[in-house]
């Protein structure tokens, strides 16, 4: 089945620091969201993305799927931004969304 | 619109004993899914239904079974619970599977820990 690896795996940022983190899939997609997994567990949808850019807020994605990545930018973190990001894909071929194994960030004060 | 919701919320069973966890959408998706996640990992799809009346294992099904009572409701059910079995579930749904319809929206999940 398709691969999904993120990176970093781990991220410590000062609040107001800018970030970037990776997404890196091993096939064609139809699907490739972004969500945000906050400290009391629950997931929600940050973009939408299988090709192009969007931005939301402080938040923006391009996903290149010619190339088979995807990357997340926040800008001027905030310690409400603290939290588990996770990359997921459904491959052309399938039905299932893969989750990568998550990028953990903390923004300290 | 309440999203997807699950219940209960957090649950302790024994090994054996049997349970069932449920899921309703109002978002009028034909297509629903439960995952599980474990410990500092993503979450894997354990079944889904396509839409109203079928069912498809997806990566992780030993041990569950699962009902699409109708559209909006997707049961998830342990018959024997064991150890292994302890973990965060997740339902999700979507419009549908294909191309721009398959964006998944998640519940806010059940905290099963079984002794």
């Known amino acids: 089945g398709i691969q999904v690896e993120q990176s970093p795996p781990d991220l410590i940022l000062q609040e107001g620091a800018n970030s970037t983190l990776r997404c890196n899939f091993s096939?064609?997609?139809?699907?490739l969201q972004w969500f945000h997994q906050n400290p009391w567990g629950q997931l929600i949808n940050l973009f939408y993305i299988p090709s192009g850019t969007k931005q939301n807020g402080r938040l923006s994605a391009t996903t290149v799927a010619t190339e088979r990545y995807s990357l997340l930018y926040i800008s001027s973190s905030q310690t409400t931004d603290s939290g588990v990001y996770f990359c997921?894909?459904?491959?052309?071929?399938?039905?299932?969304?893969?989750f990568g194994g998550g990028t953990r960030l903390m923004v300290k004060p | 619109n309440a999203g997807v919701t699950q219940t209960p919320k957090f649950q302790v069973l024994k090994t054996g004993q049997s349970m069932t966890l449920q899921c309703a959408q109002d978002m009028n998706h034909n297509s629903m899914y439960w995952y599980r996640q474990d410990p500092g990992m993503g979450l894997r799809l354990i079944y889904y239904s396509a839409s109203e009346g079928t069912t498809d294992k997806g990566e992780v099904p030993n041990g569950y079974n699962v009902s699409r009572l109708n559209k909006r409701e997707f049961s998830l059910r342990l018959e024997s619970a064991a150890p292994s079995q302890t973990s965060v579930y997740f339902c999700a749904s979507s419009e549908g599977l294909a191309g721009g319809l398959n964006e998944q929206f998640f519940g806010p999940g059940t905290r099963l820990t079984v002794l």
């Open positions: 997921a894909v459904v491959g052309n071929a399938g039905n299932m969304l893969t």
């Open positions: 096939d064609s997609v139809n699907n």
